[in-house]
């Protein structure tokens, strides 16, 4: 089974693998995962389900997990408990050159709910994206009803169901070739998204965005063009000048939700360029 760990996510461990996941390769990297209770700061009206009796029944359902994480938390009473990442996909959802991905969220120490979004696995690149916007996601809280566990696979097809117009999308962004003033707004808006300027310039250029990084994203399609800027921003890496003016090199997105947060404002100005040439043509 070929698989590896990378720092990621905040996270110095993180498991991904070309084949689906055992629970002993997953609980090494994420133990909140296999939480047998709930963390003590959570009430009698909180709705304890385990995250590996849900990973279980998707696994019966045809939902088989490729990568896992969890957060690093500062307080280690929380480390068992803390907030975690399964990206799964489905038997007829896997391609040859991106597979379509069910990317499940949730802690067991009421920072988050039961979180289902839309995500795809480049080959090309190992790089995960979410795609998609915060209204296509699937929500399930821990209060309410027992039947936690079916909802939250219900929740799991109803993501399944959107890949059909998110693929779509997809293909009108192939399609879409853009301009280099095009190209150079997606790259800019993305830098300006990751780097607050009130904390000075960002440490690198639109343009070095832009950089491929293989032969393959030579193309000057939107999808190309998108996934270029994300895997540069997303896995850092690049080299630039800090707000000092002394050479640095820019750091991997740490954080379940910084990475989440930063595809879906990379995904919005995407579809801005693809709406905005649709009305053009």
Known sequence: MSYRLASRFGNP????????????????????????EAHDSRSDRYLYIPTVD????????????????????RNTDKREHTKHMIRLRHAGQIMDKEANEI?????HDGTSSYQMMAGCFRFVCANGLVLGDKMMDQRVRHSGRA???????????????QFEAIDEKRDVMKQFHLGRHEQMALA??????????????????????LMPRRVEDRSDDLWTTFNRVQENTIQGGLRGRNKQGRRTTTRQVNGIDQDVKLNRAMWAM??????GNVHAA
Request: hydrophobic share 40%; aromatic share 8%.
């Open 13 to 36: 461990q993180m498991i991904r693998s070309h084949e689906p996941l055992t629970n002993e390769q997953i609980f090494k990297v994420a133990p909140s995962i296999f939480a047998t």
């Open 54 to 73: 849900v990973l279980e029944s998707l696994r019966g359902e045809g939902f088989l997990p490729f990568m896992a994480c969890q957060t690093r938390v």
């Open 147 to 161: 039947d936690l566990v079916s909802e939250v696979i219900e929740g799991a097809y109803e993501v399944l169901n």
């Open 188 to 209: 800019a808006g993305t830098l300006a998204y990751r780097y607050d300027e009130k904390d000075g310039p960002a440490p690198v250029t639109a343009e070095q965005l």
């Open 103 to 107: 990317i499940l969220l949730n802690s």
């Open 270 to 275: 995407a579809e801005m360029l693809r709406t």
